[in-house]
């Protein structure tokens, strides 16, 4: 039955594809529709960098390392605009020559005389500190590696991220029907 209904679902879209390519002022028109929803993304996530100061305002938890604080597949809001943290933050921050971004706890902060300082992290669910986790030769991480300060989480949402991101050919299904069907879709 499952098959069928999809079948029916493709078939139609596909009469639909067929009737936009022929009419070229509607083609025009759905293309620049789909270009805008792409773009206002882009805006609201740049704005959401400027107000947060933060180079990646929204992240998605990978591991159970923060449980049960963090689960997951939770989403978390960053905010990197106050430049003091204190030991117990939960902060984001990017290792050198590493992609993604980790969460975890500040577990011991070491002012200098100058006004900086160094930091130690450590996952709530991990037995010790996050040195292993560190580039080759750091034993501290800096303010200028934290990412931000989580704010706010939705939980659990960000597990259709991690799904997208474990079975890429999900990924490009997805795209490639949310396109077709923007493309496709009639205005009321």
């Known amino acids: 039955m ?5 079948k029916d679902i493709y078939d139609k879209q596909m009469i639909e594809l067929k009737k936009l390519w022929a009419n070229k002022r509607q083609l025009t028109y759905q293309v620049l529709n789909l270009a805008m929803i792409v773009f206002s993304a882009l805006m609201i996530w740049k704005g959401l960098m ?9 992240v998605v938890v990978l591991s159970g390392s923060m449980e049960p604080a963090f689960q997951r597949g939770d989403i978390l809001f960053l905010d990197n605009s106050n430049p003091h943290v204190k030991v117990g933050d939960v902060v984001v921050f ?3 020559d590493r992609d993604i ?19 130690l992290t450590k996952g709530d669910n991990n037995r ?3 040195r292993g986790l560190y580039a080759p030769g750091q034993l ?6 934290i990412l931000g300060q989580a704010r706010g ?3 659990y949402v960000g597990m259709v991220t991690i799904a997208l991101n474990d079975y890429p050919v999900l990924k490009y299904v997805l795209v490639g029907m949310m396109g077709l069907f923007v493309l496709t879709s009639k205005e009321g």
Request: avoid cysteine; charge should be neutral; aromatic fraction near 6%.
């Open 140 to 145: 501290w991480l800096s303010r200028d590696d």
């Open 128 to 130: 010790v500190d996050d």
């Open 2 to 6: 499952i098959p069928a209904m999809i």
């Open 50 to 58: 400027f107000i947060t100061k933060s180079e990646s305002p929204v």
């Open 153 to 155: 989480t939705l939980r």
């Open 101 to 119: 971004p980790i969460v975890h706890r500040i577990l011991k902060l070491h002012e200098k005389p100058d006004g900086s300082y160094d930091l």
């Open 94 to 96: 990017k290792i050198k």
